[in-house]
């Protein structure tokens, strides 16, 4: 089940209006991510209706249907008499096909069991540490005994989401400030641990995947996810896809500079977007404020918040308005239809998204803001983003809004 093709690029420029659009391979890659769609959305499903709402020739998903079959991704399931007395055989995802999926933070990884569904059958955090040979084996060994309490389960492989960049072929992490993981081999490792292929990527492309795969995105084509935690981290949904650049390097906003003379940061420079907008810097801020009790976690800094404390009050204050300024470069970049937020800002949304919304808003260079959305809990979405990397490598299913909005506007016409 390993794709034939870790680049997806150029098949989305397929015309699907073509006239013979099952002549090429092009065209049947696009006809199977319609199906694909299609069983996502509508499960479970009849061919015939797969057909109806794909607008493909029967013959065409049939031969799509008997492949996803052979492949596993998708069931038979019970037979439905119809009014007309037919029994036609339903399909679904294959819900015992999971995968093994791990997120990876700073101080602590979290372990979980996944299915095709988004569903998750377990979940486990695990300490990790700043020697990676230590913090991988812990990571291996919590898996090992996930797939082992699950063993009648069909495991398709393993999808880890990192706080750093990954390089999208060799897979080997590039970059990670805040995690010193470099010249470690975390997914040779883990596969021969395991015997299963691991896809790795960075915490907010797996976001954007989770929301892509599992969430609601069909009506953005140009979208930013911003993950504000310990760092500040992007992914960037250009037209449809999810942006990459060279070397997977795309969408580092968290280090571009903002202050020259701004607090040291872990990738080397000074006062970059990070250090300012990130829960780090507001705990910092926090803690100058107020050394005689300081705030360990962000939690902590929260519930003084909500207590009413003014030092704390002011330090998230002050974060909202750091986030603005960053957003302000981003909207003038990329100017997306929406901007999402991941990671420990959506704990505080309440209270900070009033004050990102009204600063952005005035510091538009024209127009209205996008829509700023939090996702909500952070962990979850990286744990079904890092499914999510699986399916999207393993299926050959390479989901976009593209196809979303396609599948979407037939089947909203078939539904009318
Ligand atoms: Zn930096």
New binding site residues.
Partial sequence: MQSKRSQPAGKRRFDLHAEDPASSELARDINRDIVLELLRRRQPIARVDLARLSGLQRSTVSLIVEQLLRERWIVEGATVRTARGRRPTMLSLNADLVMLVADVRPSHAVCAVVDLNGHFLARQSVPVASDAEIGVQRIAETLGRMRDEFARKSFEGVGISMPGRVHPESQQLLWA?NLRWHDYDIRAVLADRLGLKVEMDNAANACMLSELWFGRMEKYRNAVLVTISEGVGAAVLANGQLLLGKDGMAGEF??ILIDPNGPQ???G?RG?W?MFASTRAVLRRYNERAPEQPAITFTHLMSFADQGDPRALAALEEQAQWIARGLRMITAALSPETILFAGDITACWERSGPVVQRELAARMLMGTPPALIPIGDGEMARLRGAAALVLQRHSNYHRSTTTAQRAGSRDMVAQA
Wanted: proline share 11%; charged share 20%.
């Fill in positions: 400030p968290g280090h940061c872990n990738c420079e970059c990070e």
